[in-house]
Antibody, heavy 118, light 108 residues
Framework: QVHLVESGGGVVQPGRSLRLSCAASGFTFSGNGMHWVRQAPGKGLEWVAVISYDGDNQYYADSVKGRFTISRDNSENTLYLDINSLRTEDTAMYFC???????????WGQGTLVTVSS | EVVLTQSPATLSLSPGDRATLSCRASQNINNYLAWYQQKPGQAPRLLIYDASNRATGIPPRFSGSGFGTDFTLTISGLEPEDFAVYYCQQRSNWPPLTFGGGTKVDIK
């Protein structure tokens, strides 16, 4: 079955960088677009970024554009999110999710928590 | 950006009740709307896509309807495991993909 496992979260100081990973299994990873979605503590869901199945196209939320980079390694079945210049408002649980029909999410990982604090 | 407004913010019901959740879009999104369920400490789970299609493994007590700007998620006969937060999400005009603020269904 489809399985997505995020890793890489932790407590980080403002201004520092972090790389999140999402290991995928149970499906043909290279056949699906992939997303990152985040959720600040006690808040709602916020879409962050998407990458096409082949890695050629990426789109971002305005709130992270220029600081976040989504990428993938189809040979390793892994999705990444590089986060630079971390801000306190980036504190959130970060979920990776598989794209179903060009912009919705049929499978989600359990998330990795990023806490930005000095 | 398409803004999704969910109402009510909280719905207090009893097991066996019918739940009706609303999601209104700031512009026409055709049927490009999904619904997700999220329980505390868990990832969201897809319930409905394209306004009215149940996702794999979702029981028939969950149904979705609507087109354009007004959408409804109905849970006919609440089970104990259905008490959770529900989010709508649009994919009509993106980026960005956007979510509603959520409706919490809690036990009366």
């Amino acid at each position: 079955q489809v399985h997505l496992v995020e890793s890489g979260g932790g407590v980080v100081q403002p201004g520092r960088s972090l790389r999140l990973s999402c290991a995928a299994s149970g499906f043909t990873f290279s056949g699906n677009g992939m997303h990152w979605v985040r959720q600040a503590p006690g808040k709602g869901l916020e879409w962050v970024a998407v990458i096409s199945y082949d890695g050629d196209n990426q789109y971002y939320a305005d709130s992270v554009k220029g600081r976040f980079t989504i990428s993938r390694d189809n040979s390793e079945n892994t999705l990444y999110l590089d986060i630079n210049s971390l801000r306190t408002e980036d504190t959130a649980m970060y979920f990776c999710a598989r794209d179903l029909k060009n912009g919705d999410f049929d499978y989600w990982g359990q998330g990795t928590l990023v806490t930005v604090s000095s | 950006e398409v803004v999704l407004t969910q109402s009510p913010a909280t719905l207090s019901l009893s097991p066996g009740d019918r739940a009706t959740l609303s999601c209104r879009a700031s512009q026409n999104i055709n049927n490009y709307l999904a619904w997700y369920q999220q329980k505390p400490g868990q990832a969201p789970r897809l319930l409905i896509y394209d306004a009215s299609n149940r996702a794999t493994g979702i029981p028939p007590r969950f149904s979705g309807s609507g087109f354009g700007t007004d959408f409804t998620l109905t849970i006919s006969g609440l089970e104990p495991e259905d008490f959770a937060v529900y989010y709508c999400q649009q994919r009509s005009n993106w980026p960005p993909l956007t979510f509603g603020g959520g409706t919490k269904v809690d036990i009366k």
